[in-house]
């Protein structure tokens, strides 16, 4: 008999989702700590040629924002696989409309501009105002 009528099953995968999440994460961590030590160990053994110290830093930026931009966009598209394959669609929404779209839907009098008085009608308009 499973303890409290559950499945133990839900429970070892979840547990695995958070191995996977957290090691990943460290994993993800400890490679950039690793590629700036090396980033910050080449600058300093160059001794101010600043061409070459602007080449390893940008390579270094490169390799950290590359790595972390795949780490998270694996773990986001695994999220979505796995919310897909366990019919969840709760966190899914209906596209949003685009501008293009929400102004077709609009009545045509809210499309239409109002006409702004001209520089002679505004001219009659003070001239008829009574002064006060």
């Known amino acids: 008999m499973v303890w409290g009528g559950r499945d133990p099953k839900p429970v070892r995968e979840l547990d695995l989702e958070r191995y996977r999440a957290r090691y990943g994460l460290l994993a993800v961590l400890l490679s950039s700590l690793a590629i700036a030590g090396v980033a910050i160990a080449g600058v300093w053994r160059l001794d101010g040629d600043k061409s070459v ?12 924002s ?12 695994a999220n979505t ?7 969840d669609t709760t966190h899914r929404t209906e596209p949003r409309q685009t501008a293009t779209q929400a102004s077709a839907a609009q009545p045509l009098m809210a499309q239409t ?11 009659q308009q003070a001239q008829q105002a009574p002064n006060v």
């Open 66 to 77: 590359t790595m972390t931009t795949a780490y998270l966009g694996i773990k986001a598209v």
């Open 113 to 123: 501009p109002v006409a702004q008085p001209t520089m002679p009608q505004q001219a």
């Open 81 to 87: 696989a796995k919310s897909i394959a366990l019919g």
């Open 53 to 64: 110290i602007v080449a390893v830093l940008t390579a270094a930026f490169t390799a950290v």
